[in-house]
């Protein structure tokens, strides 16, 4: 009994999803992306800028070349692409620079993610190379453009390649706000999408298990289908954004990452059941915890794959 209570909670803390469900049957690939004619600029220097989110917020600027990967650091951090004259930057140290405000640079008219990803395990793709091209600079812009994508596979596919074409944006697109230093993201994020992804199919474990409770061992309650529909969305939209995009900037270690976002989303659909539902407390806090194991335990039999291979592992141990 001791060591089944182990592993279930050596599954809990080392799954391999950051959420309560994930796209099942999926593997991470590597990722490089490259500004590739750098050098048909020669009188600029283009700068890859990085703040960082957790911690102590620190900053941190190099310089882009053609040849070298494009990175960032942590995956949460933010990162802009800018550019200023060579001359500006002569005798000056390139981490005093506030490249976000200072009126001497250029930022990209495009948001880059160089962090790598996951796809389905149908998909050989182990490696991709993201090739940019500048396509002019402007007053206040680089007007950058995905121009090719190389793939790699790990099945002894031969890589394969796609190019783009470049489509003339409109002024709106190039300067979406007046004085604003956002940018603008061409290219659909997988991460976001994943997000919401899990984020449907979270409302729909949640708010189901909900009815097979209200409508069955609390029936007498009388709680509406409507009432019912509005928590199931309200709970997950509550702690499902902070669980993904907010905690992991701050806890980056996964055995206190899972167990604080665990807990925090047990304690506030407990809260939020308790208010919208109007029961008991502990009626609404028992809700919670099974409504979230029990969409916790789909996630784990979604990536069953890995989970499989955490259990031959524990075995062989």
């Keep these: 009994m001791k060591n089944l209570l182990f592993l279930i909670l050596f599954l809990f803390f080392f799954q391999t999803s950051y959420c309560d469900v994930v796209p099942e049957n999926t593997h991470y690939y590597g990722k490089c992306v490259k500004i590739i004619n750098i050098d048909e600029f020669p009188d600029y220097s283009f700068i890859g800028y990085i703040k960082q989110v957790s911690g102590d917020h620190s900053t941190e600027s190099y310089i882009i070349n053609s040849k070298d990967c494009i990175h960032k650091g942590y995956k949460f951090n933010m990162f802009y692409i800018v550019a200023t004259k060579k001359s500006y930057l002569l005798n000056k140290n390139l981490d005093t620079i506030n490249w976000l405000e ?149 806890i980056t270690s996964r055995f206190p990452y899972i167990a604080f976002s665990e807990c925090f989303a047990i304690i506030v659909e407990s809260v939020i059941i308790y208010k919208l539902l109007k029961v008991d407390y502990k009626k609404a806090l028992l809700v919670s915890i099974i409504c979230n194991v029990i969409s916790f335990s789909i996630g784990l039999l979604i990536n069953w794959n890995s989970v499989y291979d955490i259990i031959l592992n524990f075995i062989n141990s």
């Design 102 to 250: 200072d009126k001497n640079v250029l930022k990209a008219n495009i948001s880059i993610g160089s962090e790598g990803g996951y796809t389905d395990n149908d998909d050989p793709m182990s490696f991709l190379e993201e090739q940019y091209k500048i396509v002019k600079l402007t007053k206040t812009r680089i007007i950058l453009y995905k121009c090719k994508e190389l793939f790699e596979y790990s099945n002894g596919e031969p890589f394969s390649v796609k190019e783009y074409a470049y489509e003339e944006q409109s002024k709106s697109d190039v300067y979406p706000f007046k004085n604003d230093d956002r940018v603008i993201e061409i290219y659909p994020n997988s991460k976001v999408f994943h997000f919401l992804l899990a984020l449907l199919v979270t409302i729909f474990i949640e708010t189901l298990v909900l009815f097979l409770l209200f409508k069955t061992k609390y029936k007498k309650l009388n709680i509406t289908n409507k009432l019912l529909l509005i928590t199931g969305f309200i709970t997950s939209f509550s702690t499902l954004p902070y669980v993904w995009f907010v905690f992991p900037a701050f």
